[in-house]
């Protein structure tokens, strides 16, 4: 955090440190240190389920210490480069040069830009090719990278898949391999890595075969600023169970696969408690799909109503919301339900494999109105 830099730049509390359940660890006593980098803005990274899920896993191991960092709104990019000092981390205000591991996710191709941008303002090379044994690994997961060739001269690591078992790979062999090459080397022989100076090869998508058992953070940072989603969010499942012929999350997250009633239970407990939060989100690529959906919901607004604690669905397809969920859900407050009707037409719909007939959007509509 640059404090001099703040007053003269929009939103300031997208560059301060210490918010509620943030991990702050002595840098001289791990062995590895990582810095995730979201190439967005503050408020929208710290939206993102999966940085979370990265960020309790890693400083759970008692060797490493994984900290933020964010791409700057232009101000305090221009105040950056007008001074000459070097973009860092939020938690313990390290240059990222001095990390071992930089992470990068590919969310959107969007964000493409963000990557350079960030590698320029933090001075470490832009191309692998240019990188030494004293520059950090650049890594980068993610949806897009599924498609990692047009990054492929400045990512040093591709990861393809659900990175939860695979990271403490990443960390043990960095560890083990204090050489760039040897590290690259043994990295490319692991399931789910892709170097491309390697050349190109056949890589196996990586996914958690147990969703249920996977590490999952129930302390959330509190953010200082309000994030595009304000709130506690849980990934009820993973995958999806539909077939539509658009789409590249129904591919790359299959299997389909569930978190328990118990566990989400548990997990919104204690993040609530430990955050004060007043509305919270069941995550999936379709909510309405997850198979106790509905007891889950009934019970959530049950055991929350009295502290005024909301519930929000954001992927709901038609058909899937029932008049009793409804009904539990504005019981509480005010709220909202976006309804996709995906396509124009029922033909377009056929089309590309979403049933849904304008009689059922129609009637979906009445049953939330009513």
């Not at 978190?259 to 989100?281: I, Q």
């Not at 997850?290 to 929350?304: G, H, T």
Request: with cysteine.
């Amino acid at each position: 955090m640059l404090e001099d830099f703040l007053p003269l730049v929009t939103k300031p509390g997208r560059y301060i440190n210490n918010e509620i359940n943030a991990v702050h660890k002595d840098l001289s006593t791990v062995k590895t240190k990582i810095c995730l980098f979201f190439p967005d803005t503050y408020e929208v990274g710290m939206s993102h389920v999966g940085l979370r899920i990265l960020y309790h896993i890693l400083n759970s191991r008692p060797d490493t210490a994984c900290e933020r960092v964010f791409s700057p709104w232009p101000d305090y990019e221009e105040k950056l480069r007008q001074s000459g000092r070097p973009l860092k981390s939020l938690e313990s205000n390290l240059p990222l040069s001095e990390f071992d591991l930089i992470g990068f996710t590919l969310q959107y191709e969007l964000s493409y830009s963000n990557i350079l941008t960030g590698l320029e303002l933090a001075g470490i090379p832009s191309t692998s090719a240019q990188r030494n044994d004293g520059h950090p690994i650049i890594v980068a997961g993610g949806p897009c990278a599924v498609n990692p060739e047009p990054l492929s001269d400045f990512i040093d690591v591709f990861f393809i898949g659900e990175a939860e078992e695979a990271v403490h790979e990443l960390v043990e062999l960095r560890q083990a391999h204090t050489s760039r090459q040897q590290f690259l080397d043994a990295i490319s022989k692991c399931e789910g890595f892709y170097v491309p100076s390697l050349g190109k090869s056949i890589v196996r998508r990586r996914y958690l075969k147990d969703i249920e058992s996977a590490p999952y953070p129930d302390k959330p940072i509190l953010p200082l600023m309000k994030p595009i989603h304000d709130r506690v969010t849980v990934e009820v499942a993973r995958g999806c169970i539909r077939g539509c012929r658009f789409c590249q999350a129904g591919i790359i997250y299959r299997p389909y696969r569930e978190r328990s009633r118990e566990h989400v239970e548990d997990v919104l407990h204690e993040s609530l408690r430990c955050t004060g939060y007043e509305e919270l989100s069941l995550a999936s690529l379709s909510a309405g799909d997850y198979s106790d959906i509905q007891p889950l919901v009934i019970e959530l607004m049950r055991k929350y109503k009295d502290n005024r604690i909301s519930v929000s669905l954001p992927s709901l397809r038609v058909g899937t919301l029932t008049p009793e969920m409804i009904e539990a859900i504005a019981g509480t407050r005010k709220t909202g339900f976006t309804l996709a009707p995906e396509a124009g037409t029922e033909r377009l719909r056929r089309v590309i494999n979403k049933p849904v007939t304008d009689q059922d959007l129609m009637d979906a509509g009445e049953t939330i109105f009513r």
